[in-house]
Structures are given as C-alpha cells and as structure tokens.
C-alpha cells in the first residue's frame, strides 16, 4: 500500500511563498498520476495540480502560474511550489496518488483516480 507523507505547510503573509513536499512510500509501477487537491474549511475538496508518469503536468485555473507541481523519483518525493500566496489559497493541502490509463499512447488521470491520499499539511495566508 503506498503511503504518502505531506510536509512544508504553514502560516505566511499574501504574496509570500511556500514549497510542499510529499514522500511517497513506492510506486505501484511506472504508469500513475500523482497531484495536490486542497480542502478550505465548508468547501469541497478541489483538485490544483497534476502530474502524470510521463511527466506531463496540469493545473487549475485558479493557481496557473503561481504555483508548480514536480517531482523527484530519485527521492520519491512530489512538489508544490507555491508563489505570489492569495486569501483563497488556504486550505489543508493533500498529496493523492493513483494509477493512470493509456489511451492511443497518451497518459491520462481518469475522474477519480486517486487512490491513495496523505494526512494534510495546512496552509494559512495572512493579509
């Protein structure tokens, strides 16, 4: 079972940074997505980022260049570079982990394809 471990969280002031790290335990194979969704207190757990094994990555409109996903296998660990932080930004920020398919030679993330998640970091912004 591959586990995930979030770190890097914390309180800053608009406009500041931040850089999340999650360890992953082992990967299941060389085809998985790995991504960042956030919580925020009364809201529905949303996707940000997404990286898939091919090294393709997405991310939501909401964080399109201020924040990066990337990742390290040497160090089996995945990234969130987050930058020029707002008031919405805050959340408990998960790390998620699955399997992707191919289709016709391209990776993709399907609907619902974490499998497996992390504990959470929080992340607080202050104006």
């Known amino acids: 079972q591959v586990q995930l471990v979030e770190s890097g969280g914390g309180s800053v002031q608009s406009g500041g940074s931040l850089r999340l790290s999650c360890a992953v335990s082992?990967?299941?194979?060389?085809?998985?997505?790995m991504g960042w969704f956030r919580q925020a207190p009364g809201k529905e757990r949303e996707g940000v980022a997404t990286?898939?094994?091919?090294?393709?990555?997405t991310h939501e409109d909401s964080v399109k260049g201020r924040f990066t996903i990337s990742q390290d296998n040497a160090k089996n660990r995945l990234y969130l570079e987050m930058n020029s932080l707002k008031p919405e930004d805050p959340a408990i920020y998960y790390c998620?982990?699955?399997?992707?398919?191919?289709?016709?030679?391209?990776?993709?993330?399907?609907?619902?394809?974490?499998?497996?998640w992390g504990q959470g970091t929080q992340v607080t912004v202050s104006s």
């Open positions: 998620a982990y699955g399997r992707s398919i191919g289709i016709a030679g391209v990776t993709l993330c399907p609907s619902g394809w974490a499998t497996y």
């Open positions: 082992e990967y299941t194979g060389n085809h998985y997505c």
């Open positions: 990286i898939r094994s091919d090294g393709r990555t």
